[in-house]
């Protein structure tokens, strides 16, 4: 029976990741811990709300006090930290909630699980703290090459660079005390529960309301798409079999160009829900500053020491995704009720 402390368990890949793990195992224990910001919330979990198997504390990563309380209360296995602030376009708006939160929450949350982990210097047995990164963290492909965990850091967004903060901190903790983590770096996901501040949520969001679809710059910066189930499953192995200290690379092996994408999901609404969609509604607007041109992930490692690969196609995947959101209407317009219209028209108005 293990007990996991899972941070920011209210966003888009914590909610999907408990889904994953009440599915597969039936004797464990979550802890979802999140702040509920405006990435957060709580109903992505409404069909577990009443699983004995799950609790929900509202808490900060920033907040020792509070998290003290809660490895006080349980006996943690397991950290998965998804806790972040994770949109780009946000961060080149306002960098310092990036620092707290990415760099100094997940400082927070390490030293914490190492208080309670450690007996005199040794860590006990059965412990392993798991920081969720970014492939960002390694800059941008030209036309060729990927992403190795060898590939030395070179973050360019304010984001990204608190990303590459923390996994130094996270390396840190293993170099100097010999703290069980890992870390995971995977590529862009996309699935149910996405915000729609990200591309895909946002094109498709459009798409329903008949709104420009803004493309930055010209439309041909390439992103890995990772199906979320796919990166819940190496998460999950990576957690149980990933050699302590040891950096893993996720990646959907499924590149594809920003207007690729676009034009995917409007033709699929134009077919299938709305023909006066089309791509008229593309705009391309001012590029993003700073932009990566391109990401793209070698999973060797993982592939050969845990047997992972990513199974979904973004044909597939992205059909099962369009038809989550057309199916949940009422949760997308839950989430852009209230501040997400402020954020909207200032981004893009
Ligand atoms: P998200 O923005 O959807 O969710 C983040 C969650 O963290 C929210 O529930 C929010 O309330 C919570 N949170 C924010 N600040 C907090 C704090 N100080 N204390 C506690 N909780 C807090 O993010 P996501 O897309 O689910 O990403 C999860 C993790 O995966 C992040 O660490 C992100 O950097 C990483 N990641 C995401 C992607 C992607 O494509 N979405 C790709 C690579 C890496
Ligand atoms: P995003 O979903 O923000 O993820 P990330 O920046 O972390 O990769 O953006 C994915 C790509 O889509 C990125 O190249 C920026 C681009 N993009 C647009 O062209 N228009 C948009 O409205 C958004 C949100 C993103």
């Given at each position: ?7 920011g ?43 004995p ?8 990563i ?28 946000r ?24 208080h ?25 492909l ?14 360019h ?21 010999r703290?069980?983590?890992?870390i ?50 190496a ?7 990933g ?37 008229k ?11 990566d ?42 989430v ?14």
């Open positions: 029976m293990k007990t996991y402390l899972i941070t368990g209210a966003g888009f890949i914590g909610s999907n990741f408990i889904y994953y793990i009440l599915k597969k195992y039936k004797d464990v224990k979550i802890i979802n811990y999140d702040k509920l910001t405006y990435a957060g919330n709580l109903e992505n979990l409404e069909s577990v709300s009443d699983n198997n799950y609790t929900f504390v509202q808490g900060d920033c907040d020792r006090d509070k998290l003290n309380a809660v490895f006080e209360k349980y006996d943690i296995d397991y950290v998965v930290n998804f806790a972040a602030e994770s949109h780009v376009d961060s080149i708006k306002n960098p310092e909630i990036f620092v707290t939160t990415n760099v100094l929450g997940t400082v927070t949350l390490l030293n914490t699980a190492k309670f982990w450690t007996e005199g210097d040794d860590f006990k047995a059965g412990k392993k703290y798991l920081q969720v990164s970014t492939d960002e963290v390694y800059g941008s030209g036309k060729d090459g990927y992403f190795t965990e060898s590939t030395p850091l070179d973050s967004s304010p984001y990204s660079s608190s990303k590459a903060s923390a996994d130094l901190m996270v390396k840190s903790y293993y170099d100097t005390y703290m069980p983590v890992n995971t770096r995977c590529s862009n996901n996309y699935g149910p529960y996405q915000f729609p501040e990200k591309l895909i949520p946002l094109v498709i969001n459009n798409c329903l309301n008949g709104r420009d679809i803004p493309v930055y710059g010209d439309g041909l910066n390439i992103r890995d798409w990772l199906y979320v189930e796919d990166h819940c499953r998460i999950d192995l990576v957690l149980n079999a050699r302590v200290g040891q950096v893993y690379n996720i990646g959907g092996h499924n590149e594809r160009t920003n207007i690729h994408i676009v034009k995917t999901i409007i033709s699929y609404i134009h077919d299938h829900v709305n023909s006066s969609v089309d791509e509604l593309i705009k391309y607007v001012q590029d993003r500053k700073g932009h041109r391109r990401y793209g992930i070698d999973p060797s490692k993982i592939k050969g020491e845990l047997g992972w690969y990513p199974e979904t196609k973004f044909e597939d995947g992205i059909v099962e995704t369009i038809k989550w959101y057309l199916d949940n209407r009422s949760w997308m317009d839950n852009t009720s209230g501040d997400y219209q402020k954020y909207y028209e200032k981004m893009y108005l």
